[in-house]
T-cell receptor, first 113, second 114 residues
């Protein structure tokens, strides 16, 4: 089955700096890679996702890159703000009728003002 | 934030109790999921229902029993739980389409087993 590794487990950055979180996956059949943000005491919410037919996707200050050959994908947050502080989870899965997601262990991001 | 709702939000139960968690989605989705979230662990997928049919049971102990009477409702029946079952139980739903499986999560039920 699929196995997703996520690093680092904690990340502390100064406001305005960039943050990068990396994930690797094991199942070459996986073709859908979402990132979720979970603020303290709240539910996980999708912030960006990427499908295997593209290598990069951007949405304002966040971007995700995918390297299918190496089976890794990364989340990049630029110009970080204190409200970016949260736990971020990557996931990998097979979209469509077999759409189960396997999640990484999460990265606790702290943005210091 | 009302697309996926869960009740109760908090539950304290003894090891001999029987209780049920409820999840309801108002998004017209066709798949629903139960996850367990413990401290310092990844989200653990427990059960998956596609079109009301259970398609995944990730080696979950039988003291957890899911029920999906229709595509909008999902239950998790609990009995004779152990203290290590204390966790946040999250429900999610999605519309399974080609190439995507965006899952929407409920707020979770914080379960404490005493």
């Amino acid at each position: 089955g699929e196995n997703v590794e996520q690093h680092p487990s904690t990340l502390s950055v100064q406001e305005g700096d960039s943050a990068v979180i990396k994930c690797t996956y094991s199942d070459s059949a996986s073709n859908y890679f979402p990132w979720y943000k979970q603020e303290l005491g709240k539910r996980p919410q999708l912030i960006i996702d990427i499908r295997s037919n593209v290598g990069e996707k951007k949405d304002q200050r966040i971007a995700v890159t995918l390297n299918k050959t190496a089976k890794h994908f990364s989340l990049h947050i630029t110009e970080t703000q204190p409200e970016d502080s949260a736990v971020y989870f990557c996931a990998a899965g097979n979209g469509g009728s077999q759409g189960n997601l396997i999640f990484g262990k999460g990265t606790k991001l702290s943005v210091k003002p | 934030e009302t697309g996926v709702t869960q009740t109760p939000r908090h539950l304290v139960m003894g090891m001999t109790n029987k209780k049920s968690l409820k999840c309801e989605q108002h998004l017209g989705h066709n798949a629903m999921y139960w996850y367990k979230q413990s401290a310092k662990k990844p989200l653990e997928l427990m059960f998956v229902y596609n079109f009301k049919e259970q398609t995944e049971n990730n080696s979950v102990p039988s003291r957890f029993s899911p029920e999906c009477p229709n595509s909008s409702h999902l239950f998790l029946h609990l009995h004779t739980l152990q203290p290590e079952d204390s966790a946040l139980y999250l429900c999610a739903s999605s519309r399974l389409t080609s190439g995507s499986n965006e899952q929407y999560f409920g707020p979770g039920t914080r379960l404490t087993v005493t």
